[in-house]
Structure formats: structure tokens, C-alpha cells
């Protein structure tokens, strides 16, 4: 089965950082850009941050300033530093790969809590 596979979420106080993982399923070559997605109880999925092939960066702006996304090609994994948590940060974080030829492939995402 062709799935991103997430890691590093877990519980937090306010204020503090977490760095989460996603493995890419597919070749580097064939992924048109990575993201990560968040979905908070009772709540609809939500775009959090966006890494294209090329290197751009774009964020929700709920996060700017305290996330940031990056990549290391070697390994073929995407990173999400998240400094400075709020609680409304809390949710399931989902890492989403966007194929070349248009098709996505999601984790089975990871929980981030952040405590008051």
C-alpha cells in the first residue's frame, strides 16, 4: 500500500516545540510537492503546511512564524517543526504527498497535543 508514514507527534505544554516526521511512500522524483494537514476533533480537515519540489514554502497563517517545513531529499522525509504550541494546535497532523501525475496518498497521521 502506497502511504506517507508519519512520526514524532505526542504531548506538550503550551509554549513548547515538536518536530514531526513523514517518510515519503514514493520516489522523490515522482512527488510534486509534500504537505501537512491537521484535523482537530469535530473539526474539518485543515491545510497547515506545503513543501514543493522546487523547494517553496506556503503556510496556514494560523501557524506562520512558529512552524516551519522542510525536507531532506537524502532521505526522502519532510519535516514540521512546530515551536511556540497552543492548545488549538491540538489535532491529528496528516502528511500528505501530492504525486506528479495529480494523485494524493495520505498518512495514517499522528496525534499532537498541547496541553495549557
Known amino acids: 500500500q502506497v502511504q506517507p508514514v508519519e512520526s514524532g507527534g505526542g504531548l506538550v505544554q503550551a509554549g513548547g516545540s515538536l518536530r514531526l516526521s513523514c517518510a515519503a511512500s514514493g520516489s522523490i522524483f515522482s512527488i510534486n510537492a509534500m504537505g501537512w494537514y491537521r484535523q482537530a476533533p469535530g473539526k474539518l480537515r485543515e491545510f497547515v503546511a506545503r513543501i514543493t519540489k522546487g523547494g517553496s514554502t506556503n503556510y496556514a497563517d494560523s501557524v506562520k512564524g512558529r512552524f516551519t517545513i522542510s525536507r531532506d531529499n537524502a532521505k526522502n522525509t519532510v519535516y514540521l517543526q512546530m515551536n511556540s504550541l497552543k492548545p488549538e494546535d491540538t489535532a491529528v497532523y496528516y502528511c500528505?504527498?501530492?504525486?506528479?501525475?495529480?494523485?494524493?496518498?495520505w498518512g495514517q497521521g499522528t496525534q499532537v497535543t498541547v496541553s495549557s
Open positions: 500528505n504527498e501530492n504525486m506528479n501525475w495529480g494523485v494524493d496518498y
